[in-house]
């Protein structure tokens, strides 16, 4: 019987899904993929649904011919301005003088308990550090003696609205959406290494429409952030600045853009077609950086604020990680490291084994994050743990080995 994991990457330039199989030693093998592009969602959050189940279908399909399975159920993977991330707290006393499991469900529940309004729904709870007495730092609590038990939390919530939409494209496009992950947790288990998350670092995300960030201290989440600029942003600023068609810009972007001119060199040359009948012009590439390397400024100024408010700005030993299509502007690593003065590196989707050379590429960590999500569920490092379902089996039957 095989395990047939599913991935469904719904960004707002592409939409992504790969198939993989588990074994069931833990291996996970790639067998499909497939990519269609998307114009139904826009930073991010779906504006078009029938577009948007289009891309989802045209995605699945050629995942499917290449992976020879019928895909039935997925995990999608969330972005947009609407999602938002904070750290709670929460304590309780210990029963019976030791920790136990009930324990820690307990003060997660106790931590969790904040005030998120009705239109919102939780995506994750991902825990950071326990405390038992005055014992700080503790990553497993359960079997320690202690009469305290204090949770540090991560709670990641979206709009429930945006869920509902996404869930009704995937099942209009034949599959069952199984859950919804935010993405840059995606991005950070397939591109980084477990010494980076102990150490310290920023994995940054740059998609088409929005920027994810997420910091990463001691192996916990200390701090998410969605920015509302990305890719798509670049190639709308080409198109004013050389008055030249949406597309031919992305093509212009994406063939020679820099996000700094210092790689480029001054007599360089690009062609741009002629819109209307015009005949095309010659440009300065140099031209095509400048334009760029603004923007790409004020994306990364606005990620390092965010970075600065995690807390742990100082202590990110293993620097930043550029994932998404964007980062694969020439001249991106030269610019990052210029502004946050920390080792920049591009991410790539390096934890999933059998990754195909088209596909071992930063604007698919997202995608094969998702794969490794499912094959690692279970586990508190990656939230699933804490689940809806999980949680609410977890509190029957407590309630029943509590009263009978």
């Known amino acids: 019987m095989r395990n047939l994991l599913t991935g469904l990457d719904v960004g707002t330039s592409k939409v992504c899904a790969l198939v993989a199989d588990a074994s069931p030693e833990g291996e996970v093998a790639l067998l499909g993929s497939g990519v269609a592009p998307c114009t139904g969602l ?12 289009e891309a989802i279908r045209a995605a699945l399909d050629e995942a ?13 993977g969330v972005a947009g301005p609407h999602i938002r991330g904070l750290n709670s707290h929460g304590i309780v006393a210990v029963r019976g003088g030791e920790v136990g499991s ?3 469900d307990r003060v ?21 550090q326990f405390a038992v007495d005055d014992q700080e730092g503790v990553r497993e609590p359960i079997g320690m003696a202690g009469v305290r038990l204090e949770a540090r939390i991560h709670i990641v919530t979206a709009a429930q609205s945006y869920g509902q939409n996404l869930s009704k494209c995937c099942e209009r496009a034949g599959v069952t959406p199984a859950e919804l992950m935010f993405e840059p947790l995606a991005s950070a288990e397939a591109a980084l290494f477990p010494e980076e998350r102990e150490l310290g670092v920023a994995l940054i995300d740059i998609g088409g429409g929005t920027t994810d960030i997420v910091v990463f201290h001691s192996g916990a989440v200390m701090h998410t952030a969605v920015l509302p600029l990305g890719g798509n942003h670049l190639t709308s600023d080409i198109a004013a600045g050389i008055r030249t068609p949406v597309t031919e810009a992305e093509k212009l972007k994406i063939a020679y853009g820099a ?21 095309p012009k010659a440009i300065a590439r140099k031209l095509l950086a400048d334009i760029i390397e603004p923007r790409m400024e004020e994306i990364f100024a606005m990620a390092q604020r965010e970075i600065m408010r995690s807390g742990v700005a100082d202590s990110l030993a293993s620097g930043v990680v550029l994932v998404g299509g964007t980062s694969l502007l020439e001249g991106t690593q030269e610019l990052a490291e210029r502004i946050f003065g920390v080792p920049v590196r ?4 390096i934890n999933l084994k ?24 279970g586990s508190i490092h990656n939230g699933a743990r804490f689940g809806r379902l999980g949680w609410l089996r977890s509190r029957l039957s407590d309630w029943v080995r509590d009263f009978f």
């Open 42 to 53: 826009r930073k991010g959050v779906v504006v078009n649904i029938e577009a948007t189940v």
């Open 64 to 76: 499917e011919k290449t992976s020879g399975a019928r895909v039935g159920s997925v995990v999608v």
């Open 102 to 104: 009930r324990d820690v």
């Open 108 to 128: 997660i529940d106790a931590a969790r308990a904040v005030a998120i309004p009705l239109d919102r729904q939780v995506l994750h709870i991902l825990p950071q």
């Open 259 to 279: 996000a700094t001119s210092q790689v480029v060199r001054r007599d360089e040359m690009v062609q741009v077609p002629g819109v209307g009948g015009r005949e």
């Open 346 to 349: 591009r991410g790539l989707p």
């Open 354 to 377: 059998g990754m195909p050379e088209e596909l071992m590429k930063p604007m698919y960590t997202t995608a094969a994050g998702l794969i490794l999500h499912q094959a690692s569920r």
